[in-house]
């Protein structure tokens, strides 16, 4: 079973072309996977006016559910899909979001008795605001509670990005076995410095500007308001200071009102999406790395911005300390705009500081690439194939 070549599949609601943390940490592992030489096909919902080139994607119809950002839930009613489920031979199953797919990976789990794997991606409770009507009500917060637990149960083992995750899982009443995985990146790629870089040039930011760099979905829970609220006191000690958004989201409009409003609006610049390819150009602008969220869980972001050599300031998040070390490559605050600000400002004022930083970021990335959480999830796949065939448990529907 070591040496052996495994046929797996993936079953996501969140997949190329999207743009998000779970669908690129798909890409690359599957990616990975494959340069080991296992098969990986992927089941995924389809996406408006995408076509798909890996025969091994495979799309469900599918219902839009959100625009900003476009978000589509899949709906298991093809006979082609069936067919094609029918006849491929599958050692293991590995979902990566609960909704209906995660249902449909289980179910398929559940008749050919082979093992169930879930990488809890998403703190499904931190995200009941997008439930619409439903957020607002007083019992939203059990069910998600509730919805977060059972579906873990469903499956063999469960998979969290960061440790962050194993007691708020166990809270939700899971039982299963909860693995850390870190997610991983191609770290090759951020560590080379790019031969050409036209951000500056681009945005005409002078090029001895300090840059404050965020890279994600723009959405509330990211509390991207905060870094807004933060920079005006950075700005005010370092004029030529800009701070820079490189995605998009629902909370975009909110945010370009705030900084339109802001004295310093001149010098907060909002990129929108920008193409992978040109993420290692746009880290290695920047001079510090910065984040406000509490609701992450393993952030490619972050893991980015460390392999391109950013200094880190970020409000205090467990997801994150093991990537950011007080005092060593970046800060921890509160999320408390004086404490930050201030500590944005001791990296910009103290170059030798910010060097030391620089090179403390790349070393600790070395610890998050792809070939290692695909090696790492191969153990843990074997390890499960064992225990399938030695005991023949299969997970059971909760009662």
Known sequence: MSDASLHLGFFTDSYTPQV????ISMQLLVNSLRAKGHTVHIFAPRFRGWRDTDPHVHRLPSRRYMDNPPFDIALPVSPA????IGRLKFDLLH??????????????????HIPLIYTYHTAITDYVHYA????????????????SGSTANLCDEIVVPSAKFQPLLREHGVHRPIHVVPNGIDLEVFYQTPTQNTFRQTWNIPPDAPILLSVGRLAPEKRLDFLIEAFSA???QQPQARLIFAGDGSARAALEKQAAASAYAARIVFLG???????????HTATVYVSASTTEVHPLSMIEAIASGLPVVAVRDEALTEMVLEGVNGHFTPREAEPFSAAILHVLSDPSARHAYQHASREISRR??????????????RHALEEKSRTGTVAALPI
Not at 136 to 146: G, K, Q
Not at 368 to 381: F, W
């Open 20 to 23: 998000n943390g779970v669908a």
């Open 368 to 381: 998050y690439s792809v070939e290692a959480q695909a090696e790492t999830l191969l153990t843990l796949y």
């Open 81 to 84: 899909i069936w067919r094609t």
């Open 273 to 283: 999406m920008v193409e992978r390819a040109r993420l290692p150009e746009l880290f």
């Open 95 to 112: 979902m990566h979001t609960p909704l209906i797919l995660g249902g449909l990976a289980f179910g398929i789990a559940r008749r050919r």
């Open 132 to 147: 619409g009507a439903l957020a607002r009500a007083p019992f939203t917060p059990r069910i998600a509670r509730w919805f």
């Open 234 to 236: 950075v700005v005010r």
